[in-house]
């Protein structure tokens, strides 16, 4: 049977309506958000997990919650179930938190609800799960003396000892009770978005782009016509992709909290609760073992350059990513690492001058990254919001430091055109220099754009998606192939 959420029985408005936390009345599970918590706090905290595991669930949740508690104003409610249980509380209705969250939590949601009259939970020695919370319950309201709302299959016991069941979500398991005369399915009243495009936007499907790059070394040393070549180099992006997807997963479960912070951030699936957390960390363990199994098709340096990336992409996101000017410099880098790993895929070498040109202009990137992170966050709390190191104040210096950075990449590209590098690859070098004022459009344009505060992207996002500066792209590849050729 299903139900909306105007569903009223005036005959249970007499009995308890008790209400399960962990993907009920929130998207999430406390106790994955706690862990993510920790370990961000710590990652040598993992260790720790294992050894109060051994203990039991129970003695595992409560030294968890001595040590971190997640923010229950900003955890990722259920609106359809928060909507109905509003309701039931305004005709008079008892409404009781039986969470097998741990009690200090479940009281942290209780306190800014203001819903709950009475409060079920675990604590160290009680696991307050399955059959433990039907058991309590038919202690406390005698056996059908209760409603209860759950999601999954651990909820069964408790709803074969209530009167009426109310059931939340699409758990296969908790779908199959519905087949019962006294069991309801709360619906939300907003259509869901397919899981496919949600799974698409949290592996941040548009962000494989940045792994062009891997195709410019061949580019350069004009290797685009070699069949070898373009098929290592689709199996390299499509490795790099795959990796990178894995991080991001990893990095927004880290920063679900600050996410949820961001005016934009918090619509990220993991920090919504449209994608869960222990289901998130699957995908990503997942996608990064396809990753590296497809590194192993393509030269070992490959695979060491992709190890390297994936390093210090979860060094950047468990540290670096919060230490001023070092993250920076870590996400100018990383985009440095992509083309030494398209030159790697190809057994090819990577030239000084491309390298310095890229730790340059993506250095520039990078800062125009923090400054409209800065710049859209609440004055306020700024610190708290973007999770940096930066402050308001520091506005002015990342400006004048991203614009000097995207200037010295045109200098480094200048100083290339008389190498006797691109005499020996070049028809007609001079051609080159049309390439430069195209970078310095490109530099001024996003930090002018910036400071009108216009951009909000990620900056190279940004420079795929605005046809100005796709103009710009296309024009300085073309000037580039054409003087190799001609």
């Given amino acids: ?218 580019i350069l040393a004009s290797r685009y016509f070699e069949f070898s070549t373009i098929v290592s180099l689709v199996l390299a992006f499509v490795a790099f992709g795959l990796c990178a997807s894995s991080v991001y997963l990893l990095n927004d479960m880290v920063d679900v909290e600050v996410d949820r912070r961001h005016p934009t951030k918090r619509n990220r699936p993991i920090a919504s609760g449209e994608i869960g957390i222990l289901e998130a960390a699957s995908v990503s363990l997942g996608m990064l073992f396809a990753g590296l199994a497809l590194s192993l098709m393509l030269p070992v340096m490959f695979t060491l350059v992709l190890v390297l990336y994936f390093v210090t992409t979860c060094a950047y996101s468990f540290v670096l990513k919060r230490l001023l000017l070092i993250d920076v410099l870590t996400l100018a880098g990383l985009f440095t690492i992509r083309v030494i790993a398209g030159a790697a895929a190809v057994e090819g070498v990577v030239s000084t001058w491309l390298l310095a040109f890229c730790v340059f202009f993506f250095l520039s990137l990078a800062l125009v990254k923090r400054f409209v992170e800065i710049t859209i966050a609440d004055e306020e709390v700024n610190r708290a919001k973007t999770g940096r190191g930066y402050q308001t104040v520091d506005l002015e210096t990342l400006g004048q430091g991203g614009v000097a950075s995207g200037f010295a990449a045109v200098v480094v590209l200048a100083l290339f055109i008389d190498s006797p590098e691109v005499a020996e690859t070049y028809k007609h070098p001079e051609m080159i220099w049309l390439v430069c004022p195209l970078v310095l459009y490109i530099v001024f344009r996003i930090w002018i754009l910036a400071r009108r505060k216009e951009m909000h992207d990620d900056p190279v996002v940004f420079l795929i998606k605005d046809w100005r500066s796709q103009i710009m792209i296309v024009a300085g590849a073309v000037i580039m192939l054409t003087s190799q050729m001609l």
């Fill in 1 to 218: 049977m299903t139900m909306n959420t105007d569903f009223t029985d005036d005959n249970s408005l007499n009995r308890p309506l008790c209400v399960d936390l962990d993907g009920t009345l929130i998207k999430t599970d406390m106790l994955y958000e706690a862990v993510v918590l920790l370990v961000r706090k710590n990652p040598l905290n993992l260790f720790f997990l294992v050894f109060w595991l051994l203990k039991g669930k129970a003695y595992l949740k409560a030294r968890i919650a001595e040590k971190v508690t997640p923010n229950a104003d900003r955890l990722p409610y259920n609106q359809a179930v928060l909507d109905w249980l509003i309701d039931q509380k305004k005709r008079g209705r008892s409404l009781v938190l039986a969470t097998a969250s741990h009690q200090s939590y479940a009281k942290a949601v209780a306190k800014h609800l203001g819903l709950f009259e009475q409060i079920e939970a675990s604590c160290e020695t009680t696991n307050l799960s399955s059959s433990r919370k039907a058991d309590r319950l038919t202690q406390n309201f005698g056996e059908a003396g209760f409603d209860y709302v759950g999601n999954s299959k651990d909820d069964i016991k408790v709803w074969d000892k209530a009167r009426t069941a109310f059931i939340v979500g699409k758990e296969r398991a908790a779908q199959l009770y519905l087949r019962n005369e006294n069991a309801f399915q709360i619906v939300e009243t907003a259509e869901n978005k397919p899981r496919w495009k949600v799974w698409l936007k949290a592996i941040r499907i548009h962000q494989w782009l940045k792994n062009s790059l891997l195709f410019v070394p061949a």
